[in-house]
């Protein structure tokens, strides 16, 4: 039964992605710097738009096409983000290819990714202020996440750190599961729940994308890493290596080994169970799209950890 489950899925992701990228090339189509959007969208795995499509599904909605809409919004400002922080990491490649910046000039790169953004905010404003209000509060709180990366004094810690991780890219996700709520006109009770489905997944997410990072820094140096035996040092030490790329000047010449109980693995595994207990509450109607909901956690952890083989 599980894997006729997995089968499903993954049918309906590659479908629900199809229809994003057609609506998005519908959306972007008459646009004059429609080529730019089309390279900083290109090679995504559409996550956030197909987890809003499939909460949609979930919870009966019935208007397909307006939710397609916000989903591609949705995508639209990732994108728009994911230039901005190109440009902030000094990361030179993105998704195999030059970073956006490295291919128009850093200025260029931050006026295209407000451009991006003013156009995913519009497709939400149109759709209704309450929505335009969640979009709001999203990208402030991934906004306020860059810059707690960036200039928090506070020392740095497991708290500090999931802090950031739930701000910077967890929000995003948070949005898309409670936009799918309001668009489906749930009641209350359904919004909160998918909200803090959609966290659980996003901080899955991001600790898995750390993770992974990680073991490639390690490939990437032929360096072993440390677990050292304070966690909030771990933290620290994984964190800014990840982020700066310099492994060999930050770490010992030690050894890391992914335990079952590794940090990163059990906290993935707690953020996945979560979610999925959400996912089967009474309150979601029973069907096909609702066993999917359970599983799409663990579909965004393997997207990421097949990076790895």
């Known amino acids: 039964m599980t894997h006729l489950i997995w089968a499903d899925l993954l049918e309906y992701v590659e479908a629900a992605k199809a229809e994003i990228d057609r609506k998005l090339l519908e959306r972007i189509n008459n646009r004059s710097d429609r080529i730019i959007i089309k390279n900083a969208l290109a090679g995504g795995k559409r996550l956030r738009p197909v987890l809003l499509l499939l909460a949609y599904d979930a919870l009966?909605?019935?208007?397909?096409?307006?939710?397609?809409?916000?989903?591609?919004?949705?995508?639209?400002?990732?994108?728009?983000?994911?230039?901005?922080?190109d440009i902030i990491d000094g990361d030179i490649e993105r998704r195999g290819k030059p970073a956006l910046w490295r291919q128009i000039g850093v200025a260029n790169a931050i006026i295209q990714g407000h451009r991006i953004i003013n156009l995913a905010f519009q497709t939400v404003l149109d759709k209704g202020v309450e929505l335009a209000k969640i979009f709001l509060k999203?990208?402030?709180?991934?906004?306020?996440?860059?810059?707690?990366?960036i200039f928090s004094g506070e020392p740095f810690s497991k708290k500090l750190y999931t802090k950031i991780v739930k701000e910077k890219t967890a929000s995003l996700f948070a949005a898309a599961a409670e936009s799918a709520a309001v668009l489906a006109r749930s009641n209350e009770k359904v919004i909160e729940l998918m909200k803090e489905y959609g966290e659980m997944v996003g901080m899955a997410y991001q600790l898995t994308d750390d993770y992974v990072e990680i073991i490639r820094g390690k490939r990437r140096a032929n360096l072993p890493i440390f677990i050292l035996r304070?966690?909030?040092?771990?933290?620290?030490?994984?964190?800014?290596?990840?982020?700066?790329?310099?492994?060999?000047?930050?770490?010992?010449?030690?050894?890391?080994?992914?335990?079952?109980?590794d940090m990163f693995l059990k906290d993935i595994r707690d953020y996945i169970m979560r979610a999925k207990e959400i996912a089967y509450n009474p309150a979601i109607p029973d069907s096909r799209y609702k066993v999917m909901l359970a599983e799409f956690p663990r579909y965004c952890v393997d997207s990421m950890l097949n990076e790895l083989r």
């Open 230 to 261: 304070q966690f909030e040092e771990i933290i620290k030490q994984l964190y800014l290596a990840t982020k700066t790329g310099n492994l060999r000047a930050l770490l010992p010449r030690v050894i890391f080994e992914a335990k079952r109980n």
């Open 60 to 85: 009966g909605g019935k208007d397909r096409d307006v939710a397609l809409d916000v989903a591609c919004a949705l995508e639209l400002a990732h994108s728009a983000s994911l230039i901005h922080d």
């Open 138 to 149: 999203a990208w402030n709180d991934a906004s306020s996440g860059v810059l707690e990366e």
